[in-house]
């Protein structure tokens, strides 16, 4: 019945941009730690942003800082991640994922109890 899914990836230009969305059901998260990881090829899954029940609390991977930027709409019950200035190694799938118990870690996997399917995001050059 809880469900997080992701829409927004597909294929773009290097220096091209793309806006993610993640749209829970089943429950409210509008309290809730929600985050963006991503898991490119080969590589393990690593933590992208996060934004806290507060908007205005928001963490990112200094990887994508400057670049990319979460933000939720809670009565429409979505965040979402906009990236601007992408680079190839951005090519990833994308996850959203949720923590409504707030737990203490916001960058590790294990805080996060709800997870969506992904999306493929493919930076070409």
């Known amino acids: 019945q809880v469900q997080l899914v992701e829409s927004g990836g597909g294929l773009v230009q290097v220096g091209g941009s793309l806006r993610l969305s993640c749209v829970t059901s089943g429950r409210t998260f509008s309290s809730s730690s929600m985050a963006w990881f991503r898991q490119a090829p080969g590589k393990a899954r690593e933590f992208v942003a996060v934004i806290r029940w507060s908007a205005g609390i928001t963490y990112y991977a200094n990887s994508v800082k400057g670049r990319f930027t979460i933000s939720r709409d809670n009565a429409k019950n979505t965040v979402y991640l906009q990236m601007t200035s992408l680079k190839a190694e951005d090519t990833a799938v994308y996850y959203c994922?949720?923590?409504?118990?707030?737990?203490?870690?916001?960058?590790?996997?294990?805080?996060?109890?709800?997870w969506g399917q992904g999306t493929q995001v493919t930076v070409s050059s």
């Open positions: 994922a949720a923590d409504p118990n707030a737990r203490g870690n916001v960058y590790a996997e294990v805080s996060y109890e709800y």
